[in-house]
Antibody, heavy 118, light 108 residues
Framework: QEQLVESGGGVVQPGRSLRLSCTAS????????MHWVRQAPGRGLEWLAL????????HYADSVRGRFTISRDNSKNTLFLQMNTLRVEDTAVYYC???????????WGQGTLVTVSS | DIRVTQSPSTLSASIGDRVTITCRAS??????LAWYQQKPGKAPKLLVY???SLEAGVPSRFSGSGSGTEFTLTISSLQPDDFATYYC??????????FGPGTQVEIK
């Protein structure tokens, strides 16, 4: 059964860094573009970043460009999100998401909670 | 940037009702629009893609339509399992993706 499992969330102080991981299984991870999407408590969905299937191109939302970096290791079926200079407003559940180009976001992880607080 | 609105933000309906949710974009977009359903504490689930194509396994009471700047998701006969929040999503030519603010469907 296909799986996306996020990890690395937790409580972090403002200004610090955190790296999220997402491990894929039971599908051909290296064939898919992947995204990170977040959801602040009680709020809607916010798209953050995209990385092409081969890692050659990346795109970011304005809200995180320059602070967050998306990357992947296809040999380990793993997606990453390096988050620097974290702010209180970055507090959210972070989802790892698979994209099927013709469809959109067809498979989501269960999410990992990041809390930025002093 | 393209701005996306959804209406209504909250919708109260009864079992069996026909429900329509509207998504509007600030500028004309291609047919690339998707709809997702999210239940509390769960990840979103893809319902409709490319405006009107139903994802595999999604009940046929769900349908999508629209073009240009206005798109709709319709539930033909609301079922107990349909009480959730619904998000539209669009893709623009700058490789960015935007979600609508969501519509919460509640029991009347």
């Amino acid at each position: 059964q296909e799986q996306l499992v996020e990890s690395g969330g937790g409580v972090v102080q403002p200004g610090r860094s955190l790296r999220l991981s997402c491990t894929a299984s039971e599908f051909s991870f290296s064939s898919y573009a992947m995204h990170w999407v977040r959801q602040a408590p009680g709020r809607g969905l916010e798209w953050l970043a995209l990385i092409w299937y081969d890692g050659t191109k990346r795109h970011y939302a304005d809200s995180v460009r320059g602070r967050f970096t998306i990357s992947r290791d296809n040999s380990k079926n793993t997606l990453f999100l390096q988050m620097n200079t974290l702010r209180v407003e970055d507090t959210a559940v972070y989802y790892c998401v698979r994209e099927v180009g013709s469809k959109g976001f067809d498979f989501w992880g269960q999410g990992t909670l990041v809390t930025v607080s002093s | 940037d393209i701005r996306v609105t959804q209406s209504p933000s909250t919708l109260s309906a009864s079992i069996g009702d026909r429900v329509t949710i509207t998504c509007r974009a600030s500028q004309r977009i291609s047919s690339w629009l998707a709809w997702y359903q999210q239940k509390p504490g769960k990840a979103p689930k893809l319902l409709v893609y490319q405006t009107s194509s139903l994802e595999a396994g999604v009940p046929s009471r769900f349908s999508g339509s629209g073009s240009g700047t206005e798109f709709t998701l319709t539930i033909s006969s609301l079922q107990p399992d349909d009480f959730a929040t619904y998000y539209c999503q669009l893709y623009d030519s700058f490789s960015t993706w935007t979600f609508g603010p969501g519509t919460q469907v509640e029991i009347k």
